[in-house]
T-cell receptor
Framework: QKEVEQNSGPLSVPEGAIASLNCTYSDRGSQSFFWYRQYSGKSPELIMSIYSNGDKEDGRFTAQLNKASQYVSLLIRDSQPSDSATYLCAASGYTGGFKTIFGAGTRLFVKA | DGGITQSPKYLFRKEGQNVTLSCEQNLNHDAMYWYRQDPGQGLRLIYYSQIVNDFQKGDIAEGYSVSREKKESFPLTVTSAQKNPTAFYLC????????????FGPGTRLTVT
C-alpha cells in the first residue's frame, strides 16, 4: 500500500517564524511532489511542486526533496496568521498507472 | 476566467436516494478526478478519466458512478449502494494524466440522513 505520511499537528509557530512541514512517502517510483494548502471548509490549493532533488523557492515558500530518504518538506518563512491552514503533501508516480497519493495533512497555526 | 466549478456547494439527501454532483472545467485539461475527503483523512480517489468516453475506478469506486461525455464535464453519481456517503467531494483536473499537478474545484459537501 503506497502511503504518504505527515504529522497531523497542530504545528504552532509565532508570527514571523519559520514553519517547517515534513512528509515521507513509501513509493520509490514517485516522480513528482506537491504541496497544497487547505483552509477549513475549502478545497486544496496548489502552492508548490517539486520534481528533482534539492530546494525550490517561491516567495516565502521553499520545498525540499530528498529522494534517497523519500522525504519532502515545506518551509514557510516569515509565517503570517493567514498561513494558518492544513497543508497536504502529495506524491505522484507511475506504478501500474499514474496515481497521486495524498497525505492526511498537517495543521499549521500561526500565532499573532 | 478559467477554472473548475462544482455545484451545488451543499447538498442534502435522504438515505436511499441517488444524487449527482456536477463538475465542469474550462481549463482544456484532459484528465479529471473525483476525490472524497473525510475528517482527519487524506483524499481518496473515487474515479478518474484521462480522456472523453473513458474512465477508471479509483480506490473507493463502490457505490459511485461517473460519465465523461464531454471534455469539460465529469459528473459523479452517488448511488444508494454507497454505505457512508456523507463527505466532502472534490473534483480536480490536470493537463494530462501523469505525474502532474492537479487543480481542485471548490467542492460539494454532501449530507445524507
Amino acid at each position: 500500500q503506497k502511503e504518504v505520511e505527515q504529522n497531523s499537528g497542530p504545528l504552532s509557530v509565532p508570527e514571523g517564524a519559520i514553519a517547517s512541514l515534513n512528509c515521507t512517502y513509501s513509493d520509490r517510483g514517485s516522480q513528482s511532489f506537491f504541496w497544497y494548502r487547505q483552509y477549513s471548509g475549502k478545497s486544496p490549493e496548489l502552492i508548490m511542486s517539486i520534481y528533482s532533488n534539492g530546494d525550490k523557492e517561491d516567495g516565502r515558500f521553499t520545498a525540499q526533496l530528498n529522494k534517497a530518504s523519500q522525504y519532502v518538506s515545506l518551509l514557510i518563512r516569515d509565517s503570517q496568521p493567514s498561513d494558518s491552514a492544513t497543508y497536504l503533501c502529495a506524491a505522484s508516480g507511475y506504478t501500474g498507472g499514474f496515481k497521486t497519493i495524498f497525505g492526511a495533512g498537517t495543521r499549521l497555526f500561526v500565532k499573532a | 476566467d478559467g477554472g473548475i466549478t462544482q455545484s451545488p456547494k451543499y447538498l442534502f439527501r435522504k438515505e436511499g436516494q441517488n444524487v449527482t454532483l456536477s463538475c465542469e472545467q474550462n481549463l482544456n485539461h484532459d484528465a479529471m478526478y473525483w476525490y472524497r475527503q473525510d475528517p482527519g483523512q487524506g483524499l481518496r480517489l473515487i474515479y478518474y478519466s484521462q480522456i472523453v468516453n473513458d474512465f477508471q475506478k479509483g480506490d473507493i469506486a463502490e457505490g459511485y458512478s461517473v460519465s465523461r461525455e464531454k471534455k469539460e464535464s465529469f459528473p459523479l453519481t452517488v448511488t444508494s449502494a454507497q454505505k457512508n456517503p456523507t463527505a466532502f467531494y472534490l473534483c480536480a483536473s490536470s493537463p494530462a494524466q501523469g505525474a502532474q499537478e492537479q487543480y481542485f474545484g471548490p467542492g460539494t459537501r454532501l449530507t445524507v440522513t
